[in-house]
T-cell receptor, first 110, second 114 residues
């Protein structure tokens, strides 16, 4: 158990809808990272938050947004969903170099 | 920009045989290098890491990797494969600084045959 909790584990929704993925980092970790894993793109970095502030952005679509709350949990919001957004979304937390990953949320857009 | 190339999307070995998974990286600064393992329907688990110091690093489950700057490589090895090693393995690089974002290779699926 990495100590990083992601909910829900599975999410099935329709095109055009909006969903929210939640991540609770390990106790004490200030950084949260979001990654997307898909068959065609592999594992890609989306965005990083550090202590409530956005620290870095990767290949994140404009339809996607994230935030980190005062209690350090983070949410990834995906809107106007398309079939191609179907993927496994991972959250990771760290206090330094090493990132600890949650079990992921599998999103299926039908 | 950093990048990672994993040679071989699928490697098959016999139980007890040597495991060698290849990883080459590109980085504009001294890199931090990682190997993660992903079992079916699970998240990523850190196997081992190189940050600074000794270039031969040992990880969990008998795995080790050697950082070779001249070859820009960080290959993962295990002397004797076990059935439980069957999984997907990802090599990743981070450039550090204020953002430790990981850039991953495309992964290598390891199959262990009895």
């Amino acid at each position: 158990d990495s100590g990083v909790t992601q909910t829900p584990k599975h999410l099935i929704t329709a095109t055009g809808q909006r969903v929210t993925l939640r991540c609770s980092p390990r106790s004490g970790d200030l950084s949260v990272y979001w990654y997307q894993q898909s068959l065609d793109q592999g594992l890609q970095f989306l965005i990083q938050y550090y202590n409530g502030e956005e620290r870095a952005k990767g290949n994140i679509l404009e339809r996607f947004s994230a935030q980190q709350f005062p209690d350090l949990h983070s949410e990834l919001n995906l809107s106007s969903l398309e079939l191609g957004d179907s993927a496994l979304y991972f959250c990771a937390s760290s206090e330094g170099v090493i990132q600890y990953f949650g079990a992921g949320t599998r999103l299926s857009v039908l | 920009a950093q990048s990672v190339t994993q040679l071989g999307s699928h490697v098959s070995v016999s139980e007890g045989a040597l495991v060698l998974l290849r990883c080459n990286y590109s980085s504009s600064v001294p890199p931090y290098l990682f190997w993660y393992v992903q079992y079916p329907n699970q998240g990523l688990q850190l196997l081992l890491k190189y940050t600074t110091g000794a270039t031969l690093v040992k990880g969990i489950n008998g795995f080790e990797a050697e950082f070779k700057k001249s070859e820009t490589s960080f290959h993962l090895t295990k002397p004797s494969a076990h059935m439980s090693d069957a999984a997907e393995y990802f090599c990743a690089v981070s450039e550090g600084g204020s953002n430790y974002k990981l850039t991953f290779g495309k992964g290598t699926l390891l199959t262990v045959n009895p």
